[in-house]
């Protein structure tokens, strides 16, 4: 089972918060729209950056764990300033899961995780 907590403007006071039944996979995109959060998106296929949001974990992470970002997602980060340079040469990140995602290329999956914009 995925939790997904939107923490957006005119839910400031009140968090929004999504779940979705185990082994549904979701972009975080199809949820904003879904629930029509006010997250403006562009091209829908990670090459724009305008659906860049922060994304962290409700809970601590354990183990060691490697977050691959695709060329595109790496390379939109980067362009819209959301991605450090080192961030942006690095293969994988190791551990440490960058802040900013792109909702558009995020896929839920199976975690509990805060979305911020
Ligand atoms: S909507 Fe353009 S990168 Fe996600």
Redesign the pocket.
């Known amino acids: 089972m995925s939790t997904i907590t939107f923490l957006t403007q005119p839910f400031r006071d009140k968090k929004l918060t999504v779940r979705l039944a185990p082994q549904e996979q979701r972009t975080l995109?199809s949820l904003i729209q879904e629930y029509k959060l006010p997250k403006k998106?562009?091209?829908?296929?990670?090459?724009?950056?305008?659906?860049a949001v922060k994304v962290a974990p409700m809970h601590r992470q354990t183990g060691p764990r490697t977050v691959r970002l695709s060329d595109e997602e790496r390379t939109?980060l980067f362009k819209s300033g959301k991605l450090s340079r080192q961030q942006y040469e690095s293969d994988g990140l190791p551990d440490i899961p960058p802040l900013w995602r792109?909702?558009?290329?995020y896929v839920v999956m199976d975690e509990e995780i805060m979305v911020a914009f």
Request: glycine share 18%.
């Open positions: 995109l998106c562009t091209c829908g296929e990670g090459k724009c950056g305008s659906c939109a792109l909702a558009c290329q």
